[in-house]
């Protein structure tokens, strides 16, 4: 009976380290979306999926960032030569459908340090 | 790109007392989300609604499409109702629904004393 889940829970990486966030989203759920969310702040989007499509990267905000959903269902955000900057929590979400009730995973915690 | 405003941005309350918080968007949506937030970053969706008012429990959410508006209101507050409340937008609206994405308020921050 699995929600959205992501892994790892909680990454340290090294300034300049890549990084690699993965998303499993609920069985199904056609639309997938990244947000990075600052400490203190509301998540912010980064990118959306529908299937296997990237329908919008207009959030990523370098190109260090990339994210994929080769099949449709699971997907990845890596981060390339990790800033400091980067240090937020990020965030996977699904709906079965574009425009329906997402369902957010647990979130990433990533520390550049 | 649609704004979306949130007050309080911080509240304490008793328990037991009536809990509103509201959230303000500048462009026309097709739908908006009322999201709570755990210390820990766990997010729930509450309600999503495009019209009218739902209710679920002590929770009840609201929207005004012409105003603009929602509120959420909490009846009863309870400790346990401690939480960052955040509303989130989908829109605006256009035909091209496939590609719309939410845009988030900063949140309000809700303590519940007992």
């Known amino acids: 009976g699995a929600g959205v889940s992501q892994s790892p829970r909680y990454k340290v990486a090294k300034r300049g380290q890549d990084v690699a966030l993965r998303c499993d989203p609920i069985?199904?759920?056609?639309?997938l979306f990244w947000y990075q969310q600052a400490l203190g702040q509301g998540p912010e989007f980064l990118t959306y999926f529908q299937n296997e499509a990237q329908l919008d990267k207009s959030g990523l905000p370098s190109d260090r960032f990339f994210a994929e959903r080769p099949e449709g269902s699971v997907s990845t955000l890596k981060i390339q030569r990790t800033q400091q900057e980067d240090s937020a929590v990020y965030l996977c979400?699904?709906?079965?459908?574009?425009?329906?009730?997402?369902?957010f995973g647990p979130g990433t915690r990533l520390t550049v340090l | 790109k649609n704004e979306v405003e949130q007050s309080p941005q911080n509240l304490t309350a008793q328990e037991g007392e009536f809990i509103t918080i509201n959230c303000s968007y500048s462009?026309?949506?097709?739908?908006l989300h009322w999201l709570q937030q755990h210390p820990g970053g766990g997010i729930v969706s509450l309600f999503m609604?495009?019209?009218g008012k739902k209710k679920h429990g002590r929770l009840i959410a609201t929207i005004n499409i012409q105003e603009k508006h929602s509120s959420l209101h909490i009846t009863a507050s309870h400790p346990r109702d401690s939480a960052v409340y955040i509303c989130?937008?989908?829109?605006?609206?256009?035909?091209?629904?496939?590609?719309?994405?939410?845009?988030f308020g900063t949140g309000t921050r809700l303590t519940i004393i007992p």
């Open positions: 069985s199904g759920h056609v639309s």
């Open positions: 462009v026309g949506i097709s739908a």
């Open positions: 609604l495009s019209s």
């Open positions: 989130a937008v989908w829109g605006p609206t256009i035909s091209n629904f496939g590609n719309e994405k939410l845009t």
């Open positions: 979400a699904s709906s079965l459908t574009p425009g329906l009730r997402s369902y």
